[in-house]
């Protein structure tokens, strides 16, 4: 709006001769300010956080428990299945060992025929005691 329009008058005035025109607030006053906290109470307690979260700890280790004692019964039968066959791989192995320990004595009678008292297989430890070979194998060379 001009001054003109204001004053009704025509041509400037003084600021002085202006009507005083200030904003103010609204008829009624302004709405209060929030200044408080104010957190809504939505969501759950911190009991029920708390309880759910035990109950799931609870169902996890109840499913631990029984996943051990399934592995603790697939272990036992794997167990129980190498007890069956075990003398049976033995009498293998020892038909093995047998044949190999046969060779073993006649290559060592034809290397050391013309040593004078040499007797084949005997041991040449004192000990009195019998010893399998430890790797499994009588003359790992000769392969």
Do not use: H
């Not at 001769?17 to 200030?22: A, K």
């Not at 969501?43 to 280790?61: E, K, R, V």
């Not at 794997?78 to 004595?105: H, S």
């Amino acid at each position: 709006m001009t001054e003109a329009v204001i004053r009704k008058k025509p041509g400037m005035a003084s600021v002085k001769d202006m009507p005083l025109l200030q904003d103010g607030p609204p008829p009624g006053g302004f709405p209060p300010i929030r200044y408080a906290r104010r957190i809504p109470n939505s969501g759950p307690s911190a009991t029920a956080i708390f309880l759910a979260a035990l109950g799931a700890f609870c169902y996890g280790m109840y499913q631990v428990g029984k996943g051990n004692k399934i592995r603790r019964a697939i272990k036992e039968e794997k167990y129980a299945a190498r007890r069956a066959i075990l003398p049976m791989l033995q009498a293998e192995e020892d038909e093995r060992f047998v044949k190999e320990w046969k060779k073993y004595l006649e290559e060592e009678a034809r290397i050391m025929k013309d040593v004078p008292g040499w007797k084949v297989g005997e041991s040449v430890y004192n000990s009195g005691r019998w010893m399998p070979p430890a790797t499994g194998e009588l003359r790992p060379d000769v392969w």
